[in-house]
């Protein structure tokens, strides 16, 4: 394993196409253990389920919404979809969220109840 200098050494060392697989390599490492856990939220008001809409993740992930950086490792990829590190725990998410959707009034005077579940494995595979 090579530290930070012998890494940095080599690049400069690469021709320059050899120096980008590397650093994207890296890239690819940081981003997918960071955002490893996939998530499905689903919110229920009253006898209504549906996925959380996509609109409410974006403003609750953002930290100057929440005003915590508790969940700062979290990234909204779609209606009732998430992204998150290991750090987040999904039951301290689900019920972070479900506050602070309900003190918004997003089920219109009722409690609004979040659960988040992993998302089921995709085995995509490209041609």
Do not use: H
């Not at 253990?33 to 809409?53: D, H």
């Not at 005003?67 to 700062?72: E, P």
């Not at 779609?78 to 987040?88: D, I, P």
Request: with cysteine.
């Amino acid at each position: 394993m090579q530290n930070s200098a012998e890494f940095r050494r080599s690049l400069l060392e690469a021709s320059p196409a050899d120096r980008v697989a590397p650093v994207l390599l890296r890239w690819y490492a940081i981003l997918s253990l960071v955002y490893a856990q996939k998530l499905t939220v689903e919110i229920v008001v009253g006898n209504e389920r549906r996925p959380c809409p996509l609109e409410w993740l974006d403003s609750f992930c953002m930290r100057n919404f929440t005003n915590s950086a508790d969940f700062d490792d979290t990234l909204p990829t779609g209606e009732g979809q998430l992204e998150a590190s290991f750090r987040v725990s999904p039951d301290q998410l689900a019920s972070a969220m479900a506050a602070w959707l309900t003190q918004r009034g997003k089920g219109n005077g009722q409690p609004v109840i979040v659960e988040i579940k992993s998302a089921p494995e995709t085995n995509s595979v490209t041609p």
